[in-house]
Structures are given as structure tokens and as C-alpha cells.
């Protein structure tokens, strides 16, 4: 897997996921539950990853949606 996102922001990585629902790519978010261990004070960030052979679309589809500062680096 690849991780594009890595954020605090819930907001983002909600968008990032619908985005992804709605293409049909599969995605995790990986780190939740280090939430419930912080108090779910949102200070540990969490990484949003999709599939090796959906990568490129996936972060075209980001980019796309204007979440291109969001995005790691390749």
C-alpha cells in the first residue's frame, strides 16, 4: 500500500475517502485507533493509504479535488 495523506484533519482524510468510494478504489486509514490511546485530541496524525496499482489514480483524483497540498511526496 501507499500512503498519499498523512494529516490531524478528519475533514480531509473524510473527503479523501468519499472521493476514493466514489472511484471505486479501495483505501485504509491507518492510525485510528492511536486516537483512542491520545484522548482523540487529534495530535497524532493518521495516513491515508491506498492500493500500489491504484496510487496513480488515486492522487490524480486528490490533485484533482484540490488536495494536492495535502498529498506526500512521491
Do not use: H, W, Y
Not at 61 to 67: M, P, Y
Amino acid at each position: 500500500m501507499k500512503e498519499l495523506i498523512r494529516t490531524n484533519d478528519a475533514v480531509v482524510l473524510s473527503f479523501a475517502e468519499s472521493l476514493m468510494k466514489e472511484a471505486g478504489i479501495g483505501c485504509f486509514i491507518a492510525d485510528q485507533g492511536m486516537s483512542i490511546l491520545e484522548g482523540s485530541l487529534g495530535l497524532l496524525p493518521r495516513r491515508f493509504l491506498v492500493a500500489d496499482e491504484e496510487a496513480d489514480e488515486a492522487r490524480q483524483i486528490l490533485i484533482d479535488a484540490g488536495l494536492e497540498a495535502e498529498l506526500r511526496e512521491v
